[in-house]
């Protein structure tokens, strides 16, 4: 057993994070080496399993599964994810790439026609990050290359992923917004309001019901859209009852390169720029939330958290390895959901009274890695017509965040400029185009050179 039970002067690290060494990894068996946090735990019930099944009708549509298909697709990524924090002992709340998904989209639904071309390109993208994340997390270059590259690229390309998923929402798929015009317009100001208005967020320092509505981000418009749907009759339910059992062999029949052929030399090439886009967002998350408990874990002396870089790219690297030949979608295996890791890290630093460990509180928001309501038709029926909306709210918050981020990085009128039109490239063009327009337009309007702190005057 792994006691990791370094001291501080107020005593040691809580039982619950001891573990199983394997390697640079840590087991953490939940109920054994993690406590049951029930606030963390009934939040997952209703909002991880729900947000996990996102991409089925998108997996139903495009990629030509059956919806029994598409959802043990969800389950495979519902379980790669949750390892994060119980096979590999990674102390951050897992999720997809989103702000790298409608880049993908538009790369694999723009250049591919036919569903087994479709899945072989995603396997090429996620062996190619998978091989991104070994090659720099065990070399240590990761570091390097995100200090060497400029703020206005890295700030175009976070823009060019925002633009890119307004597009898919409200150009590329406009007709399945029409489908629910009413109802997905709802939950989109629902969850606008509560995650970006200046006005709710003051006003959740006074009213403890609008801040306990903004700790659950998509589940408040979710069930908007499900009320204000059903009362439009823009939504019928259709509940089925029975217990689903996951069609894997027909799911890698359709998915997998041991049944429908590996990727050709093409697709890894032509997939490397979006792929090495994808890691930049990745990194990017880690800094986010190692900084998160950084700052938290002056509250928690009594929890030592293990931060450890080169384990998180191999963790990750090997989570979209196994995603690549059981059930590839690029970029489903993230480092981080920051709104669920800011919810648990909030609670965390309220003492150990209130949660024993943080691997607790991630360990139990994610069902305890054992999502078991997927199995369930009544529940995953009940949620059927809500999916698109679910994918829908995913892609517009994640292009108002991308805008707000990657707008507070310029700090002249030439960087402005380079962000903009770099972020249009990004949109628009091939992935490798897309890179290459944008380094070019860095390089030709703000140059290389390494960005002082000092804010710049605006020419």
Request: include cysteine; hydrophobic fraction near 50%; charged fraction near 10%.
């Amino acid at each position: 057993m792994n006691k990791k039970m370094a001291s501080r002067s107020n005593g040691p690290i809580p039982e619950s994070s001891q573990g199983v060494s394997w390697g640079q990894f840590t087991l953490r068996i939940p109920l054994i080496h993690t406590r049951l946090e029930w606030p963390e735990f009934i939040q997952g019930l209703a909002i991880t399993l729900s947000t996990s099944m996102a991409l089925t009708p998108l997996l139903m549509s495009a990629f030509g599964l059956t919806f029994e298909e598409a959802v043990t697709v969800s389950l495979i990524h519902y379980l790669l994810v949750s390892s994060s924090p119980i096979l590999f002992g990674e102390p951050f709340a897992g999720g997809w790439i989103t702000p790298a998904l409608p880049l993908a989209l538009a790369y694999i639904l723009g250049s591919y026609d036919d569903p087994t071309t479709r899945f072989q390109a995603m396997t090429a993208l996620s062996i190619d990050l998978a091989l991104i994340l070994f090659v720099l997390g065990i070399t240590g270059a990761g570091n390097r290359i995100m200090h060497w590259m400029p703020e206005p690229l890295k700030a175009g390309i976070i823009l060019g992923a925002g633009l890119a998923a307004i597009q898919r929402v409200f150009v590329d798929d406009i007709d399945k917004y029409m489908n629910t015009p009413i109802a997905t317009s709802a939950a989109i100001v629902i969850c606008l309001l509560l995650a970006f208005s200046s006005p709710i967020t003051k006003l959740k320092t006074r009213s403890s019901v609008i801040r306990i509505l903004a700790t659950y981000g998509l589940l408040p418009g979710f069930l908007i859209a499900g009320i204000v749907g059903f009362l439009t009759q823009e939504i019928q339910y259709e509940i089925s009852w029975g217990v689903l059992n996951p069609p894997f062999m027909s799911l890698w029949e359709k998915t997998s390169p041991f049944f429908i052929g590996w990727p050709s030399t093409e697709m890894f090439v032509s997939g490397l720029p979006l792929a090495f886009v994808a890691y930049i967002l990745v990194f990017g998350d880690m800094i986010t939330g190692t900084e998160l408990i950084k700052e938290a874990n002056s509250k928690r002396p009594d929890e030592i958290i293990d931060l450890n870089s080169n384990r998180t790219h191999l963790s990750l690297s090997i989570r979209n390895f196994v995603m690549s030949i059981v059930s590839p979608f690029f970029p489903s295996q993230g480092c981080l959901w920051t709104g669920v890791q800011v919810v648990i890290i909030n609670r965390w630093k309220e003492g150990p009274s209130k949660m024993q460990s943080l691997y607790s509180g991630i360990s139990s928001y994610y069902v305890c890695g054992l999502p078991l309501l997927m199995l369930f038709y009544p529940w995953i029926t009940l949620l059927k017509p809500l999916l698109p909306i679910a994918l829908t709210l995913t892609l517009v918050l994640t292009g108002i965040a991308c805008a707000s981020v990657a707008m507070s990085k310029p700090r002249s009128s030439y960087e402005n400029g380079a962000v903009f039109l770099s972020a249009i490239a990004l949109a628009t063009f091939s992935p490798a185009i897309g890179l290459t327009l944008a380094v070019a337009i860095t390089l030709l309007l703000t140059g290389w050179s390494e960005r002082s702190e000092s804010k710049t005057e605006s020419s």
